[in-house]
């Protein structure tokens, strides 16, 4: 009930395709989803994160959509850049001081 | 603006020595402050975290403890390392219950050999 089960384990996309990464949870007491990005040798920054009365979120060329009633939530890289390439991590809140992440995915946008 | 800041950013240590981390965070007060480790090629495995000076909780136990002596300074020990303790030791911070916003350190590259 604590998992959060992230697909797919790896994907490469072509540069201005859609790159597209699903999370799926159980527990429904979740009450906040970020979206961290990670490089090579380097630290996760977050990148986009919902709350769950929100069905979608933008920015820029990040989309969240989150589907409450399926529980699950997917983020959606628009026009895929080869700068984008990197680890991509889903994670929700537990509601007291602890996250859940997903297992990563692993994008690589080709040229 | 908040900081993180991690070291060492490499460190190579032999089977059986003792560990030490640290993790400082600047331009906030009371922070939650954590410690992951990630495998290579894997997810992030939380080891511990901190509401407060003096308050940690352990996630897994293991061969690693963890302090807190300051209000912005979260260490990672170990008294003798493991093989399988390799890996990438990252700090994380959010602030107090009310923000769910969570921002990580550089991180750490340790290598046991």
């Known amino acids: 009930q604590q998992q959060v089960k992230q697909s797919p384990q790896s994907l490469i996309v072509q540069k201005g395709g859609i790159s597209i990464i699903n999370c799926a949870y159980e527990n429904t007491a979740f009450d906040y989803f970020p979206w961290y990005q990670q490089f090579p040798g380097k630290g996760p920054a977050l990148l986009i994160a919902?709350?769950?009365?929100?069905s979608e979120k933008k920015e820029g060329r990040f989309t969240i959509s989150f589907n409450k009633s399926a529980k699950q939530f997917s983020l959606h890289i628009m026009d895929s850049q080869p700068g984008d390439s990197a680890t991509y991590f889903c994670a929700a809140h537990s509601g007291t001081y602890k996250y859940i992440f997903g297992t990563g995915t692993r994008l690589k946008v080709l040229a | 603006s908040q900081t993180i800041h991690q070291w060492p950013a490499t460190l190579v240590q032999p089977v059986g020595s003792p560990l030490s981390l640290e993790c400082t965070v600047e331009g906030t007060s009371n922070p939650n402050l954590y410690w992951y480790r990630q495998a290579a090629g894997r997810g992030l495995q939380l080891l511990f975290y901190s509401v407060g000076i003096g308050q940690i909780s352990s996630e897994v136990p293991q061969n690693l403890s963890a302090s807190r002596p300051q209000d912005r300074q979260f260490i990672l020990s170990s008294k003798k390392l493991l093989l399988s303790d390799s890996g990438f030791y990252l700090c994380a911070w959010s602030v107090g219950p009310g923000s769910k916003t969570q921002y990580f350190g550089p991180g750490t590259r340790l290598l046991v050999l």
């Open positions: 919902i709350r769950p009365d929100v």
